[in-house]
C-alpha cells in the first residue's frame, strides 16, 4: 500500500518565510525610523573635523546615543558629549575660511548645538570649550546665562554650582553689559552679575596650536597676562605627551610673562596655572600643540627671556636648528664619581660647588639634579641655559641619600638653544647621620628615687 506524503516540510519552509519578512519589514522600519531626523534636517550645522576616543552624539528626538567620527555631519539641535579623557573639533562652514567657527570639546563636555540667524549657538550643560569664533560670531549659553562672542580666540569653562569662567584670548566678548577685550576673564555667577577678575590668561599659542619642525625641532613660544591687574604670581606650566600628564617631558616655574621651548615632532599637551596660592591645578588653561615634521629625541624647556616680550602675540621664532653633531660632554672636575659628602664636610660649608671644564662650541651649559631612591629617580632641580663651569648648591634640603647630576654643553641664541650636546653623569652621596630618637627618662632617676 501506497504511503502518503507529508505536507509538513511545505508548512515548514512557509513559516520561515513568514517569518523572515516580518523580521526585514521590522528592520527596515526601524533604520526608517532612525533615519528620520537626517532626513528632517538635512542640511547639516557643522562637521566633525577632530574626533579622540569616545564622543557621542544624540538626536533631539531620540533617547539613544550613538559615536561620532571624524567627518560626521552635526545637525541642529543635536546633543554632544565627551568622555574622560576624550575630545572633538566641530567646525561651523561660513563660506569662506574667515567666517567659519571651530570649537573644541574637551574631556567631559556635555552641549546642545542650535543656529540663531546663521550664527552658532551652544548650550553648555558641563565642561570646557575652546573657541576659534569666525566673523560671524559664536553665542554661549549655560545656567540661563548668555554670552555674545565676537571673532577671535577665547575659552570657556562650565564649573560647580552654576559657575562660568571665560577668558578671551582675542576679540571681545559681551555678558550682559559687560564687555571683555583681548587678555581679560570673567566670572558669571549663576544668578549673580558677571564681574572681570584677576585671572592668567595665556595669550600665545592659541589653545589649539600646529608649528613645522623643518626636521629638527619647533620653537613655541609661550606668553600670557594676568587680567585685572593683579599681584604678580610665578605660573607653573607643564609640557606632556598626554592629557592625563602622566608622560610629561618638561615642567617648571617661570616669573615674567614669557618662556619657551624646543619640541620635536609629535603631538603635546600643555597646561599653566598660577602657583602662588591663588589658582591649581583644576584651574590650569590647557591646550594642545602639534609639531609636524621628522621626529627628533630633543627637548628642551628654557627660562623666559631677560625681556618678556609684549602681551600682544609674539611671532614665532625659527632658528635655524642644527642637531647634529652634538657638542662633546665636558669633563667634570669636581665631585668624582661616587664622592661622598659627609657631615664634617656639610659643617664647614653647607653649599657645594660642582665644576666642569669648557667645551669648544660651547656659550653655555645646562645642570641637572637627581635624587635617587627605591621608587625610582626623581627631578630635583634643573638650570637653564647659563654661562660658566661651576654651579653652587645649597645642601641642607636634599638630606641624606644618593643622588646623581648631570651637565650638558649647549650653544643658545638668546633662549633658544641652537645645538645640543651630551651630558656628562656623576653620582654622589650625602652621608649625613640618621636623627636620634629621643631617649625616656624615667620619673624617679630625675629625684634620686631609682631603685
Known amino acids: 500500500m501506497p504511503k502518503k506524503k507529508s505536507t509538513n516540510s511545505k508548512a515548514d519552509i512557509l513559516v520561515i518565510l513568514i517569518c523572515l519578512s516580518g523580521a526585514a519589514a521590522a528592520l527596515w522600519l526601524f533604520w526608517t525610523d532612525l533615519t528620520g531626523t537626517l532626513e528632517a534636517n538635512a542640511v547639516p550645522a557643522a562637521f566633525v573635523v577632530k574626533k579622540e576616543r569616545s564622543v557621542q552624539r544624540r538626536f533631539p528626538d531620540r533617547i539613544l546615543w550613538s559615536r561620532l567620527r571624524a567627518n560626521s555631519p552635526v545637525y541642529q539641535g543635536d546633543f554632544i558629549r565627551t568622555a574622560s579623557f576624550s575630545g572633538a573639533s566641530i567646525r561651523f562652514p561660513g563660506g569662506a575660511p574667515d567666517l ?37 560670531g559664536l553665542v554661549v549659553e549655560s ?128 597646561r599653566a596655572w598660577l602657583s602662588g596660592g591663588s589658582s591649581a591645578v583644576n584651574d590650569a588653561v590647557t591646550g594642545r600643540i602639534t609639531v609636524t615634521g621628522e621626529a627628533s629625541p630633543l627637548l628642551a624647556l628654557l627660562p623666559p627671556a631677560a625681556d618678556p616680550p609684549p602681551l600682544s602675540p609674539p611671532p614665532p621664532p625659527a632658528p635655524a636648528v642644527s642637531p647634529y653633531p652634538l657638542l662633546p660632554p665636558p669633563a667634570i672636575t669636581r665631585p668624582s664619581d661616587g664622592y661622598v659628602i659627609g657631615a664634617a664636610e656639610l659643617r664647614e660649608s653647607f653649599t657645594y660647588v660642582f665644576n666642569w671644564s669648557a667645551v669648544n662650541g660651547a656659550n653655555a651649559y645646562i645642570f641637572t639634579l637627581y635624587g635617587e631612591s627605591a621608587s625610582g629617580v626623581k627631578e630635583i632641580y634643573r638650570t637653564g641655559p647659563g654661562a660658566g663651569t661651576s654651579y653652587s648648591r645649597d645642601l641642607r634640603n636634599l638630606g641624606r641619600g644618593a643622588f646623581f647630576w648631570t651637565v650638558e654643553a649647549v650653544a643658545a641664541s638668546g633662549n633658544v638653544i641652537t645645538r645640543r650636546g651630551i651630558t656628562a653623569e656623576r653620582r654622589f652621596t650625602v652621608d649625613v647621620p640618621a636623627p636620634k630618637e629621643p631617649s625616656v627618662i624615667r620619673e624617679e632617676s630625675l629625684y634620686g628615687n631609682s631603685k
Not at 105 to 133: A, D, H, Q, Y
Open 100 to 136: 567659519e567657527t571651530e570649537l573644541t570639546l574637551l574631556e567631559n563636555t556635555f552641549v546642545r548645538i542650535r543656529l540663531e540667524k546663521g550664527r552658532p549657538v551652544i548650550e553648555l550643560s558641563g565642561g570646557s570649550l575652546n573657541i576659534k569664533s569666525g566673523g560671524n
Open 143 to 270: 545656567n540661563g546665562r548668555r554670552v555674545e562672542f565676537a571673532a577671535g580666540l577665547m575659552t570657556v569653562k562650565s564649573g560647580g554650582e552654576g559657575m562660568l569662567s571665560v577668558r578671551i584670548i582675542e576679540g571681545s566678548a559681551l555678558i550682559d553689559s559687560l564687555v571683555l577685550e583681548a587678555g581679560e576673564a570673567a566670572l558669571i555667577g549663576g544668578t549673580g552679575a558677571a564681574k572681570k577678575i584677576s585671572d592668567l590668561v595665556m595669550i600665545n599659542p592659541p589653545p589649539e596650536a600646529e608649528f613645522e619642525s623643518g626636521g629638527g625641532t619647533a620653537a613655541v613660544s609661550f606668553s600670557w597676562t594676568l587680567s585685572g591687574g593683579g599681584t604678580e604670581e610665578a605660573v607653573r606650566l607643564e609640557i606632556a605627551l598626554d592629557r592625563r600628564f602622566t608622560k610629561k617631558v618638561s615642567s617648571g616655574e617661570y616669573e615674567g610673562r614669557s618662556a619657551a621651548a624646543e619640541l620635536p615632532a609629535g603631538g603635546y599637551w600643555w
